[in-house]
């Protein structure tokens, strides 16, 4: 079948095309051009020069957070700006830049992100004032935040959380005692966002989101700090929660709601998504982004050294097998980002993840990022397998990818049962 032929002059469609705005377009507005060139600045004056230093130190780096916060890249207001574009580009454009620029370093700047997330899509709007600011603090008193859902036993299987939050009604007080596992900030942050059972009989159901300031409550501290393969600038810890008491008000969405919700579930009616799904729902797209920003640094360099590197009196890209690398390199990256833009652009326009287009944007960057960094080592020969040169960390602080907010296996899980309807195992 041809496309069907009309009548229509070039005059009338140039006219109807001036009428309307474009109803679809990939440019970026000269506002997110803009923002992306700042962060790019920054990311490659700051964070870069500081990455090897910061992995090889394992430390949060709050000097550099600290220069992110004064020139707002890193805060409250900052974050609400690049959130509140309307085209749902603004936080993948910032995350790619950063992350390009160091990831360690960029999760210890984003890591907060996922609690501001979880209190965002779960809390009142009083507690979405009163919370979101204090994850950042201020520029002078530098804050981060931690959300802590996984624990030893409850990695991919949240259903398995074992922390418990029962309210005592003599104090009007919650009681939370647990371990949480992995908690990017856990324990140097101030507001720590964790999830827990009120009711295990009820399974993931019976979850909710609870604010722990460390500065207030007793009974929260920080487990051992761990060691990682990469993302070494970032903080990763366990975190106990030991008889803590929180005021009632503490719980995300409020008591009372929660009550109805969990009435709601005893009934066999429906209660909406569970607490810590929904908090990764909505940052999957963002952490795709994360990832794009890696396999983006890893293919940049490899491409300038290979058309540097001679081996045999040419260029090491004048081979093929170099240049197609190359070439399928630039091409996942690009059709990553696709996938990124496009479940960011459904997530701030509230179009349902019908096929968890969220999922699919998460996994395929994650693939990408742990295969193109790989390449770009092959790339470097000798070179490339060293610490005298930054592929071997993207490659190292690529890995987290396929791991972390949902395994590469749980998002085809996620995305199987999202297109069958079935439940999928
Ligand atoms: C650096 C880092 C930072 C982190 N930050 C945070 C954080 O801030 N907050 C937080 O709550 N958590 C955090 N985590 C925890 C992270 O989300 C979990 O590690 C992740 O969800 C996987 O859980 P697990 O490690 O228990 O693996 P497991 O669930 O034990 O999985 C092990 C393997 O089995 C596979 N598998 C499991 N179930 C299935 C299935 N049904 N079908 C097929 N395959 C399956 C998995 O895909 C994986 O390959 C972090 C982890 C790391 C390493």
């Known amino acids: 079948m041809s496309a069907p032929t009309s009548a229509v002059s070039a005059e009338t469609l140039a006219e109807a095309a001036a009428e309307h705005e474009p109803v679809f377009s990939l440019a970026l507005t000269q506002d997110q051009r803009d923002i992306r060139d700042w962060v790019h600045g920054f990311a490659a004056d700051?964070?870069?020069?500081?990455?090897?230093?910061?992995?090889?130190?394992?430390?949060?780096?709050?000097?550099?957070?600290?220069?992110a916060a004064k020139i707002g890249l890193y805060g409250f207001e900052g974050m609400a700006q690049f959130f509140s574009d309307p085209s749902g580009l603004g936080l993948p454009v910032v995350n790619e830049e950063l992350f390009w620029g160091d990831a360690g370093i960029g999760m210890s700047i984003m890591g907060t992100g996922l609690a501001v997330a979880a209190i965002f899509g779960q809390g009142s709007g009083e507690q979405i004032g009163e919370w979101i600011p204090r994850c950042y603090g201020t520029v002078d008193e530098v804050k981060v935040a931690?959300?802590?859902?996984?624990?030893?036993?409850?990695?991919?299987?949240?259903?398995?959380?074992?922390?418990?939050?029962?309210?005592?009604?003599?104090?009007?007080?919650?009681?939370?005692?647990?371990?949480?596992?992995?908690?990017?900030?856990?324990?140097?942050?101030?507001?720590h966002v964790v999830i827990a059972s009120v009711d295990r009989e009820l399974g993931s159901k019976g979850h909710a989101a609870f604010v722990i300031p460390m500065s207030e409550a007793k009974g929260i501290s920080q487990g051992s700090k761990v060691s990682k393969h990469g993302l070494r600038a970032s903080h990763t810890a366990d975190v106990f929660l030991d008889d803590c008491r929180v005021p009632a008000g503490y719980v995300l969405g409020g008591k009372e709601k929660l009550d109805e919700r969990l009435a709601r579930v005893r009934e066999g009616k429906k209660s909406g998504s569970q607490a810590a799904m929904q908090t990764f729902e909505s940052s999957r797209p963002t952490v795709g982004a994360q990832a794009l920003g890696i396999a983006r640094a890893a293919y940049e360099y490899a491409l300038e050294y290979a058309k540097e590197r001679e081996q045999f009196g040419r260029k090491i890209i004048e081979n093929q097998s170099i240049a197609?690398?190359?070439?399928?390199?630039?091409?996942?990256?690009?059709?990553?980002?696709?996938?990124?833009?496009r479940a960011s652009w459904m997530g701030r326009n509230q179009v349902p993840f019908e096929n968890a287009e969220g999922s699919m944007s998460k996994l395929k960057a994650g693939e990408v990022a742990v295969w193109a960094t790989e390449r770009a080592i092959q790339i470097l020969g000798g070179n490339g397998y060293t610490r005298e040169f930054p592929v071997e960390r993207w490659h190292r602080d690529a890995k987290i990818y396929d791991i972390f907010e949902g395994t590469a296996e749980i998002q085809q899980l996620v995305i199987a049962r999202a297109i069958s309807g079935m439940h999928i195992k």
């Open 146 to 191: 931690a959300f802590c859902a996984s624990e030893p036993n409850a990695g991919s299987d949240v259903s398995g959380v074992r922390t418990t939050a029962r309210f005592d009604e003599a104090t009007n007080e919650w009681v939370i005692n647990g371990q949480k596992a992995w908690a990017t900030n856990g324990g140097i942050s101030d507001v």
């Open 46 to 67: 700051v964070m870069r020069p500081a990455a090897h230093d910061w992995d090889e130190r394992e430390e949060t780096p709050w000097p550099i957070i600290q220069e």
């Open 324 to 341: 197609f690398t190359l070439a399928r390199m630039k091409l996942e990256i690009d059709a990553a980002r696709l996938l990124v833009w």
